[in-house]
């Protein structure tokens, strides 16, 4: 059974500091997704990394994925107040029918104070 | 038109009732899936239509059940549910699996009551 885990799973730092938070998992795959979800609301989807070695950047967010060491990173640059939510992790697995399904982690609950 | 969209938002529903939650999307997608998220939890895959095939997360109770008119709109059946079925269930789409990432719906947020 796939194993998704997310560390840490809280963080409280400060504006204007850097942080990387991290994704493993327990079986092959090379498909990661990283997604936001503020309170009471749906999933935002972030980043799709699809292969080894992939790098995304968006604004302060940057994601990784190292496919050989079953990790995703997600570092965050000079973090501001808007960036408080909880951020998930999820793989994608071959499901039955030629389908995918996500497994997600438990995710991370990120609070940036002023 | 970018978006997921899911009908009701909120909705409580008693145990003997029968409802439907609904769910569409115009990107042209040709996979749709239902995933339930507990207060506090992870998502949890319930339902994937591909083209129009249903796949099922094994442990999921027969009181819910899916449906696909066709590919743009997906049904979820509620039925007989328990308390312990409320959740905020979320729609997504994708192209075919996940290669251009998936769309999520606002949510429906279920109390049974």
């Known amino acids: 059974e796939l194993k998704v885990e997310q560390n840490p799973l809280f963080l409280s730092m400060q504006e204007g500091k850097n942080y990387t938070i991290y994704c493993n998992y327990s079986?092959?795959?090379?498909?990661l997704y990283w997604y936001r979800q503020d309170p009471g609301k749906s999933l935002e989807s972030l980043f799709v990394?699809?292969?080894?070695?992939a790098v995304k950047q968006e604004g302060r967010l940057m994601a990784s994925l190292d496919t050989k060491a079953r990790l995703s990173t997600l570092h965050i640059t000079a973090a501001v107040h808007d960036l408080s939510a909880t951020y998930f992790c999820?793989?994608?697995?071959?499901?039955?029918?030629?389908?995918?399904?996500?497994?997600f982690g438990k995710g991370m609950k990120l609070t940036v104070n002023p | 038109d970018t978006e997921v969209t899911q009908t009701p938002k909120h909705l409580v529903m008693g145990m003997t009732n029968k409802k439907s939650l609904k769910c569409e999307q115009h990107?042209?997608?040709?996979?749709m899936y239902w995933y339930k998220q507990k207060a506090k939890k992870p998502p949890e895959l319930m339902f994937v239509?591909?083209?129009?095939?249903l796949s099922i997360n094994e442990s999921v109770p027969s009181r819910f059940s899916p449906e696909c008119p066709n590919s743009s709109l997906l049904n979820l059946h509620l039925h007989a549910l328990q308390p312990e079925d409320s959740a905020l269930y979320l729609c997504?789409?994708?192209?075919?699996w996940g290669a251009g990432g998936y769309t999520f719906g606002s949510g429906t947020r279920l109390t049974v009551v």
């Open positions: 079986t092959t795959s090379d498909r």
């Open positions: 990394l699809l292969s080894n070695g």
């Open positions: 990107m042209g997608h040709r996979a």
């Open positions: 239509y591909s083209y129009e095939k």
């Open positions: 999820a793989v994608g697995l071959l499901f039955q029918g030629g389908s995918e399904k996500l497994v």
């Open positions: 997504a789409s994708s192209l075919t």
